[in-house]
């Protein structure tokens, strides 16, 4: 997660502990599935993976149990923690997603759940993507997702509650109906977690996110040297459609690689 003292980096550090359990209704396996079957209609056809802000780890792990070799990278310490916990056979690097040293050239880079929007201005936006060039085998594919305007109208202009794996999710949104492309906003999550005598611990994270509209993001692709090959709406159950609708879907999938004749800075 990007920005080593912002408070995206000290939610997660706070967060990492009820990551799994907060998204625990998440389908990753149909997920891979999906996106997937779209990098290899792409031309995909290696098996090494870095996987950017790869939190606990959920979103790779179906990629290890296709054989893939993963490498994972994030800001978090203690969701890496996580992450190594669970696939030992993975690489972990520590590394903002803004700088990320040269790992090698990966066949597919991918950089999921959102964590792009946690970067709130272009200059941060540019360096990921440069960031992901630099690491792109000549004839990879990079995959990374966004929520879209639609997300910031609802998702997060609305509070909610829930409870998952014994713990009590009260998400508090920020932002209002009438959000602007663009936008600046923010999420509130606090955790409720029973302790001895009937009490509870409240655990507060906040989570600021920005939105990319699309034509910004493809002109940062190609500044960084990457061709966008497709914007791809999600659906609820994770399936992917051709034609991305920023008001219709709450997320959208970008697909890219490396221009011909670009070059990866």
């Excluded at 713990?167 to 663009?182: K, N, R």
């Excluded at 600046?184 to 606090?190: E, G, H, L, S």
Aim: hydrophobic share 40%; charged share 25%.
């Amino acid at each position: 997660m990007p920005g080593a003292t912002t408070p995206t980096s000290t939610g997660y550090e706070k967060f990492a502990p009820f990551y799994d359990a907060f998204t625990a209704e998440s389908d990753y396996e149909a997920w891979t599935g999906h996106v997937l079957a779209l990098a290899r209609s792409l031309g995909l056809h290696g098996d090494s993976l870095l996987d950017v802000a790869c939190g606990t780890g959920n979103s790779f792990r179906p990629f290890l149990a296709r054989g893939f070799r993963v490498t994972g990278c994030d800001l978090s310490r203690t969701m890496l923690d996580e992450a190594a916990r669970k696939a030992p056979e993975a690489t972990f690097v520590h590394a903002d997603m803004c700088e990320l040293p040269a790992l090698g050239r990966f066949d597919l880079v991918t950089c999921f759940d959102d964590s792009i929007n946690y970067l709130l201005d272009e200059p941060q936006l540019a360096g990921a993507l440069r960031s992901i060039a630099a690491n792109l085998s000549p004839d990879g594919i990079a995959l990374f997702d966004l929520n879209t305007l639609l997300a910031y109208r609802t998702t997060f202009a609305s509070d909610s509650v829930s409870e998952r794996g014994g713990l009590l999710f009260v998400w508090h949104g920020e932002s209002t109906a009438d959000a602007p492309a663009g936008c600046r906003t923010a999420a509130r999550i606090d955790v409720f977690v029973r302790r001895e005598h009937e009490l509870y611990e409240r655990i507060s994270s906040l989570h600021a996110q920005r939105h990319f509209p699309r034509d910004r993001v493809i002109a940062l692709l190609g500044e960084a040297g990457l061709e966008c090959v497709g914007v791809h709406g999600v659906l609820d159950d994770g399936a992917l459609v051709p034609e991305a609708d920023e008001l219709r879907h709450l997320k959208v999938l970008y697909a890219a690689r490396p221009a011909k004749g670009g070059d990866a800075r």
